[in-house]
């Protein structure tokens, strides 16, 4: 079973930028998908960026495309988003994920079945 630890969230203020990682224990993470998702207030679910941990093309939700960047650590077998540009709409509670092995559709949240228990980033104007 692995467990995912968020961290680097905090306040900043618009146009700032941060860099959130996402550690995992219990097993490494070769052959899996992770993703960063977020959630706003009084919003649904969003997915933000995904990738194999082999290093292939990376996927961006449409609102964060050009702003953030996903990359992982193998050697500390850590996720990371880079955020630049950061918005006040920004402003929500950020998780990291690994999907299931074998997991298709990535950018689905519904591939996911292990998740962090998030991070809160607040973007003040």
């Known amino acids: 079973q692995v467990q995912l630890v968020e961290s680097g969230g905090g306040l900043v203020q618009a146009g700032a930028s941060l860099r959130l990682s996402c550690a995992a224990s219990?097993?490494?993470?070769?052959?899996?998908?992770m993703a960063w998702f977020r959630q706003r207030p009084g919003l649904e679910r969003e997915f933000l960026a995904t990738?194999?941990?082999?290093?292939?093309?990376?996927y961006y939700g449409d609102s964060v495309k050009g702003r953030f960047t996903i990359s992982r650590d193998i050697a500390k077998n850590t996720v990371n988003l880079q955020m630049n540009s950061l918005r006040p709409e920004d402003t929500a509670v950020y998780y990291c994920?690994?999907?299931?092995?074998?997991?298709?559709?990535?950018?689905?949240?519904?591939?996911?079945?292990?998740w962090g228990q998030g991070t809160q980033v607040t973007v003040s104007s």
């Open positions: 994920a690994v999907a299931r092995p074998g997991s298709i559709r990535i950018w689905d949240g519904r591939e996911y079945d292990t």
């Open positions: 990738m194999r941990w082999s290093g292939s093309t990376a």
């Open positions: 219990g097993r490494t993470l070769s052959n899996y998908a």
